[in-house]
C-alpha cells in the first residue's frame, strides 16, 4: 500500500467478471488503495439461489491479476451485509457500491464506523456495451415482475370478500435480484426448470397458466398467487381481473403503448433493503375484510387509471393507497426499520410500497425527481413486437 493513499473497500460476488465489472473496479480504485471482499460460495447460493459459475478461489484469482485491485479476500460473514466483520477490520476511508448495491443498512454502517460511503453509476468504459452477470448467462433470459397495485387480491381468501384487479410489470433482468425479496424469485426458478434459460415463443397468456399450474402441484397447501406467473410471462404492464375467490383471472388488460411504457419507467426507483428473514410470516395477523379489499381494489382501479392518462397525481395515489391498503391486510409487512426508511424518502418521492410481501426485498418509490443512490428497471417488452 503506498503511504498516503486511502484504503477503499468494495464488496460483491463478481461472478462471470465482465467490463461492467473492470469500469466499475477502475473507477472505485481512483479513490485509493482498493480492497476487495469477495462474497463465498455459500452466500451467494443463499443470496441468489443458485450456484456460482466461478468458484470463490477462482473469482479471487481473476480479480487479483487486476492491475486496479490491491487484495481480494472472501468475507466472513454471510448475507446481504457479509462484509460487516471484514470491513472493521480492514477499516477502510471509503466504503464503494454501485447504484443497484446500495441499501441503507450499508450507509448506516458507514455512518457508524466514520467511513465515507459513496454511490456510483453503472457506467461502461470508453464505447464499451453496459454489462451484467444476468444478461450475460443467457441471450433471453427468464424476466422479473414487478407488483404495482392490488396485488394479494389474486389470492381467493383475498378476492371472495370483493372481486378487484392486480397490475404488474414484467422486467427485464439486467440485474440479479436476490431471493426473498418479493421479486418472484421463487416462481422464476419453476420458470427455468420449466423453460431452462428463456421463455418459449407461445401466446404469453398461454405460458403464463402453463408456470402457474407448474409452481402449484397437485396438493400445494400455500398456492402460490398467479399474479406471479403473469408477471414473469407477459410482457409490458398488465391488469387482470380476479372474480370474487377465483385463482385465475377472467380477463386481461395490457399497456403496449412506448410512452405510457417510458413514462413508467422515467418515474420508478428502487432501493434494495434486505431478504426477508428466515421464518417470517406475513400471515400471522391479518385483517381482511371487505372493507380493506374493496379499498384495495379501488386503488388499484385509480393507479391503473392515472397510469394510462399518465396523470402522475392519480398514479401516485393509487401506487400508495394500494400500499396502505395491504399494510391494514397484512400488518407483519412493516417493520419500524422499514417505516424508518421510508421516512427519508417522504420528501422527495410521491409514493412508495414494498416488493412482494415486505419485511424486507425492495423499495419501489414513485418520483418525478431523481432519488439519489437508487437503481432503475427495464420493462420487458420483447414478444410485444416493439
Known amino acids: 500500500m503506498n503511504k498516503g493513499r486511502k484504503k477503499v473497500f468494495v464488496s460483491g460476488c463478481f461472478d462471470m467478471l465482465h467490463s461492467g465489472h473492470v469500469a466499475f473496479l477502475q473507477e472505485a480504485a481512483r479513490y485509493g488503495d482498493l480492497y476487495i471482499g469477495l462474497g463465498s460460495d455459500k452466500t451467494i447460493r443463499e443470496l441468489k439461489g443458485r450456484d456460482t459459475v466461478y468458484s470463490e478461489e477462482e473469482r479471487a484469482y481473476m480479480l487479483s491479476a487486476l492491475k486496479s485491485v490491491h487484495r481480494v479476500s472472501v468475507n466472513t ?52 456495451p453496459a454489462r451484467s452477470t444476468t444478461a450475460l448467462r443467457s441471450s433471453r433470459p427468464i424476466p422479473y415482475r414487478i407488483d404495482i397495485a392490488g396485488t394479494w387480491i389474486d389470492q381467493p381468501y383475498v378476492s371472495k370478500f370483493h372481486p378487484g384487479a392486480a397490475i404488474t410489470v414484467s422486467i427485464e433482468p439486467t440485474i440479479e435480484f436476490n431471493e426473498r425479496s418479493g421479486m418472484a424469485t421463487s416462481t422464476r426458478k419453476k420458470a427455468i426448470e420449466l423453460w431452462n434459460d428463456h421463455l418459449p415463443f407461445e401466446k404469453p397468456e398461454k405460458l403464463a397458466k402453463t408456470l402457474f399450474r407448474y409452481d402449484n402441484d397437485p396438493g400445494t397447501t400455500e398456492v402460490s398467487g398467479s399474479q406471479d406467473s403473469i408477471g414473469i410471462a407477459m410482457p409490458g404492464i398488465n391488469r387482470f381481473y380476479y372474480d370474487s375467490g377465483e385463482y385465475w383471472p377472467s380477463h386481461f388488460d395490457t399497456v403496449t403503448d412506448p410512452d405510457i411504457i417510458g413514462w413508467l419507467e422515467e418515474r420508478l426507483f428502487m432501493v434494495t433493503l434486505w431478504p426477508r428473514p428466515d421464518g417470517f410470516n406475513v400471515l400471522a395477523a391479518t385483517h381482511i375484510n371487505k372493507e380493506n379489499v374493496k379499498s384495495l381494489a379501488s386503488a388499484a382501479d385509480l393507479a391503473w387509471e392515472g397510469l394510462i392518462n399518465r396523470d402522475m397525481e392519480k398514479f401516485s395515489e393509487g ?50 425527481e431523481e432519488i439519489p443512490n437508487s437503481f432503475r428497471i427495464k420493462i420487458r417488452l420483447r414478444e410485444l413486437g416493439l
Not at 100 to 105: I, L, T, Y
Open 77 to 128: 460473514g454471510n448475507g446481504l451485509m457479509d462484509f460487516r466483520d471484514d470491513m472493521k477490520n480492514l477499516s477502510p476511508d471509503i466504503f464503494i457500491v454501485n447504484e443497484d448495491g446500495h441499501s441503507p443498512e450499508k450507509e448506516d454502517l458507514c455512518k457508524e464506523l466514520g467511513i465515507e460511503y459513496r454511490v456510483l453509476k453503472r457506467i461502461p468504459h470508453a464505447n464499451l
Open 319 to 368: 401506487f400508495l393507497n394500494s400500499f396502505r391498503s395491504q399494510i391494514r391486510m397484512f400488518p407483519k409487512m412493516m417493520t419500524p426499520e422499514i417505516e424508518r426508511i421510508i421516512r427519508q424518502y417522504e420528501g422527495t418521492a410521491r409514493a412508495w410500497k414494498l416488493s412482494g410481501a415486505g419485511g424486507g426485498g425492495y423499495l419501489i418509490l414513485i418520483s418525478e
